[in-house]
């Protein structure tokens, strides 16, 4: 079976410093794995995916992730927090095949001015 | 459509009622899934279609719940004799052809389901 555990269920930053999520999986196939965000109101929004090759994936909104299989890590950082990275940020695991994502717990981020 | 449309978006309903919650995923989308959110907590997988058919329904917690895709674009989430527990969010998305696990998900925002 596949997991996801992110630590932090809340994090806050201030308006310009670096934004870290962190994300743990557990996986005994190579995994796939997402980083979804849900602002207010809206639907979740793919924000960036890895699945082969280039370990460091580039997303949306200036969001970048690093798949690491010794630490078996996907944290998502952005350089710098804009008010509107206000959000709840979900990652999620699933591998070849498998139609069927499972999601972590989730990571409220708060932005600070 | 422009996006994943579900209805209704809150629902409120007895225990013991039969609950219907619809999808309408993005136009010539072929695969469509439906999740359940508790308060929380993340996504948590129901039923996957491809087309008519459901090719993996393996998370769908009992024989309370149904659903059914009959022409291959809307699809109905059925829940009989409600319970207090089936309070959640459900959410509905749908992808271009499902990917193998590869393809984005496009989520509509959910229907909010509250059995008292």
């Known amino acids: 079976a596949q997991s996801v555990t992110q630590l932090g269920s809340h994090v806050s930053v201030s308006e310009g410093a670096l934004v870290l999520l962190r994300c743990n999986y557990s996986?005994?196939?190579?995994?796939?794995l997402f980083w979804y965000v849900q602002y207010p109101n809206q639907g979740l929004q793919l924000l960036l995916k890895y699945t082969t090759g280039a370990t460091l994936v580039k997303g949306i909104n200036g969001f970048e992730a690093e798949f690491k299989k010794s630490e078996t890590s996907f944290h998502l950082t952005k350089p710098s927090a804009h008010m509107s990275d206000a959000a709840e940020y979900f990652c999620?695991?699933?591998?070849?095949?498998?139609?069927?994502?499972?999601f972590g717990t989730g990571t409220r981020l708060t932005i600070i001015p | 459509g422009a996006g994943v449309s579900q209805t209704p978006s809150n629902k409120v309903t007895e225990k013991g009622k039969y609950v219907e919650l619809r999808c309408d995923p993005i136009?010539?989308?072929?695969?469509l899934y439906w999740y359940r959110q508790s308060l929380g907590q993340g996504p948590e997988f129901l039923i996957y279609f491809q087309g008519t058919g459901a090719a993996d329904d393996s998370g769908l917690p009992n024989d309370r719940f149904f659903a059914v895709r009959p022409e291959g674009s809307v699809s109905t989430l059925k829940i009989q004799r409600t319970e207090r527990g089936d309070s959640a969010v459900y959410l509905c998305?749908?992808?271009?052809?499902?990917?193998?696990?590869?393809?984005?998900?496009?989520f509509g925002e959910g229907s909010r389901l509250t059995v008292l």
């Open positions: 136009s010539g989308h072929t695969a």
């Open positions: 998305a749908s992808s271009l052809l499902g990917g193998g696990g590869t393809g984005e998900l496009f």
């Open positions: 996986s005994s196939v190579p995994p796939y």
């Open positions: 999620a695991v699933t591998d070849f095949g498998n139609e069927k994502l499972t």
